[in-house]
């Protein structure tokens, strides 16, 4: 009979012993599983986000992050100049605010202004209703569910918006869906004229941002070494470098708590695995004993415990993976009701690599589980444990 | 706050210049002393720039919610600081300010100051500042309470494991107190009390483990997050629920595994 045979013969034997066994691998390993995902779930989560907007190149004015420090001064020659690069295809300013939003009905809210031209990529997705025009008496804006919800606005709706004592009146062009929305924010678009007029503080000439999509086949990386090239002054990042620096600071909490977690979980699927295998050889000293007696060769002891470690591993692990996409759900609910998390961004994403490195850490922990009692039994003295268990 | 330019200045001007404080992490990485004189402009190309003074440093109260971020920041007097940023009587922005901070007698009265301030002025916004108010802190702890739950499930199975393994070893002991007259309720009692040992045992050394390495686990992340911010405490609370939770499952472990076995009949304990 073949090892897996074998072995599968010797768990049946004891099969409340090999079903909790299986159930706690299929537990550890699932909690091994969603923290593989949460190690670079949010990085995945945030260039899908990223991505999805069509530009490739951000470009501030200082290394902060854009709206908390100093605007891009003179942006429409900034713009102009980004534009003439043969890397650049596509350039686009954008302003950050927060104004008081007045319905009709007296509703009120507060909502973050994105002052920007009108689309061209994917700026925002069009849920309802038409997309942000130029140059309309009055105004246009773009609100999303959220705002349109609480102030019970439709395509059509006036808005009064202010930022200071006087409102200026807006139309509700469309309902969209920004990227980076977050969960119960209100949220609305309108064009450069239109922030300036709905904050009647801002500088006319300023941006927190350049959205810059580059020309391909050049990519985002030779997009920003011209925008380095022409304007040294300004500080462009691309999609990668965004993502490293996140990486490195923002994010860098929850990977950290992931290979920490993930380090005791695959430690935790080996000493179960251990524990279960070597007193699993301890009690059958006297059968080790009598088929090496028989002929097995110390190998072959071997090879049957590590078939052992492997089908209660391989059984386990294989569960772990459904459980684990059931619990990562629920620890991805918890997580995204942080504040300020764009409501499409998640913190385990399922990735092919998770599987991979799932796979290796516990195949890793089938054969260090089997190691200790694949030794215990290939040591065993053959006629002295016969002669023992006789006795007994 | 941020300041987006911050420069060496080679020679101190002939009038003093106003003091500031600068963080440990700015004074650190721009390699700055106390003493030295350093220009600061609220605009990115540096422009109608001011020098100020070093007078000394200072630590930034630690805030869970960006504690990922580097805080390159300074602290100048409000008038130095609504001089660097130019504001004019016109805009208002000599008289303005982002927030105030109160200190209230009775730290118990937030909710009501709150309402009241809420009622007179209902275009501010109050926060209060207490740890536990903070929506970051609720939502890592459930997180943490989330993954400990599976964990708890996970060690259950292996303990329950352990315990089976255990009640089977001792088979035939069980089969031979039977015969010679002690009860099941005996047995049981004996399962449980080892249950109760082994889980207890385990929990006693998860707890000490805890407070003995929760000094490294902090060192870490205060180094890789340059932060004063605390994160592993084990507190007496913690402690007392470790243990509350893992005894009772040893407890049920021991019982399940030993009734498996002393439900069967005596011989078949005795393999006769």
Redesign the interface.
């Known amino acids: 009979m073949r090892p897996l045979p074998f072995a599968w013969r010797s768990l049946s034997r004891?099969p409340?012993?090999a079903l909790?066994?299986l159930?706690?691998i299929a537990?550890?390993g699932?909690?091994l599983f969603d923290m593989l995902m949460l190690s670079r779930g949010l990085l995945v989560s945030f260039r899908e986000i990223l991505d999805s907007t069509g530009y490739d190149v951000r470009v501030t004015?200082?290394e902060?992050v854009p709206g908390?420090?100093?605007p891009?001064?003179e942006a429409g020659a900034a713009t102009d100049a980004l534009r003439a690069l043969p890397e650049v295809a596509e350039v686009v300013p954008v302003r950050f605010g927060s104004v008081s939003a007045r319905a009709r009905d007296g509703r009120t809210a507060t909502v973050a202004l994105l002052g920007t031209e009108t689309r061209r990529r994917g700026e925002w997705r069009v849920l309802r209703g038409g997309d942000l025009a130029q140059d309309d008496e009055p105004p246009q804006m773009v609100v999303n569910r959220t705002m349109a919800e609480d102030l019970g606005l439709a395509p059509g709706s006036p808005l009064g918006l202010a930022s200071g004592l006087e409102p200026r009146e807006f139309r509700v062009a469309g309902i969209v869906e920004f990227p980076f929305e977050t969960a119960g924010e209100s949220m609305a678009a309108v064009t450069l004229a239109g922030f300036a007029q709905a904050l009647g503080?801002a500088a006319a000439d300023e941006a927190d941002l350049l959205l810059v999509a580059s020309r391909p086949p050049h990519g985002g990386e030779a997009a920003v070494a011209a925008i380095r090239r022409l304007r040294p002054?300004l500080h462009p990042f691309s999609t990668d470098e965004l993502l490293e620096r996140l990486r490195q600071?923002?994010?860098?909490?929850f990977r950290?708590v992931s290979l920490v977690?993930s380090t005791i979980t695959s430690f935790?699927a080996f000493?179960?695995v251990t524990?279960?295998l070597t007193?699993s050889v301890n009690?059958r000293l006297g059968e080790v004993a009598a088929l090496r007696a028989l002929g097995f060769s110390r190998r072959r002891i071997a090879a049957d415990l590590l078939a052992e470690s492997a089908l209660l591993v391989g059984a386990g692990g294989a569960l772990a993976v459904p459980l684990g996409l059931a619990?990562a759900r629920?620890?991805d609910a918890?997580?995204r009701?942080?504040?300020e998390v764009p409501h499409r961004l998640h913190f385990f994403v399922f990735e092919p690599r998770a599987l991979a490195w799932h796979g290796a850490l516990l195949g890793a922990a089938c054969l260090a589980a089997a190691a200790y009692p694949a030794f215990l039994a290939a040591r065993l003295p053959i006629s002295a444990t016969l002669r023992q268990e006789t006795l007994s | 706050m941020l300041l987006p330019a911050l420069l060496l200045l080679a020679a101190a001007s002939a009038a003093p210049p106003p003091d500031i404080l600068v963080s440990r992490t700015l004074l650190r990485d721009r390699e700055l002393r106390v003493g030295d004189v350093v220009l600061l402009s609220a605009d990115a190309r540096g422009a109608s720039a001011r020098p100020f003074r070093i007078a000394g440093t200072y630590e930034p109260t630690p805030d869970p919610s960006r504690f990922t971020a580097r805080r390159l920041e300074a602290r100048l007097h409000l008038p130095d600081m609504l001089a660097l940023r130019g504001g004019g009587a016109a805009d208002g922005a000599d008289d303005s300010v982002s927030a105030v901070n109160v200190a209230l007698a009775d730290p118990a009265d937030a909710a009501a100051f709150t309402r009241e301030l809420l009622a007179r002025a209902p275009t501010v916004t109050v926060a209060p500042t207490s740890a536990g108010d903070d929506e970051h802190f609720v939502v890592i702890e459930r997180f943490h309470l989330a993954i400990s739950i599976v964990t708890v499930i996970g060690s259950t199975a292996f303990l329950l494991a352990l315990m089976v393994i255990r009640a089977d070893e001792r088979r035939e002991v069980a089969g031979l107190l039977r015969l010679l007259g002690v009860s099941r309720r005996r047995v049981l009692a004996q399962a449980l009390v080892e249950g109760l040992c082994i889980a207890g045992a385990g929990a006693v050394f998860g707890v000490l483990f805890a407070g003995a390495t929760q000094g490294a686990v902090n060192a870490f992340f205060q180094w890789r997050h340059d932060t004063t911010l605390v994160f592993v405490r084990v507190t007496p609370a913690i402690a007392g629920r470790c243990l509350a939770l893992a005894l009772p499952l040893g407890v049920l472990a021991g019982v399940f595994a030993s009734w498996t076995l002393l439900r069967r009949p005596v011989l078949d304990l005795l393999r006769r």
């Open positions: 004891q409340a012993r909790l066994g159930a706690g537990v550890v699932a909690l004015a200082t902060g908390l420090g100093p891009l001064e503080a002054d600071g923002e994010f860098s909490y950290q977690l935790f000493l179960l524990t279960l007193v009690q619990l629920v620890l918890i997580l009701q942080m504040p």
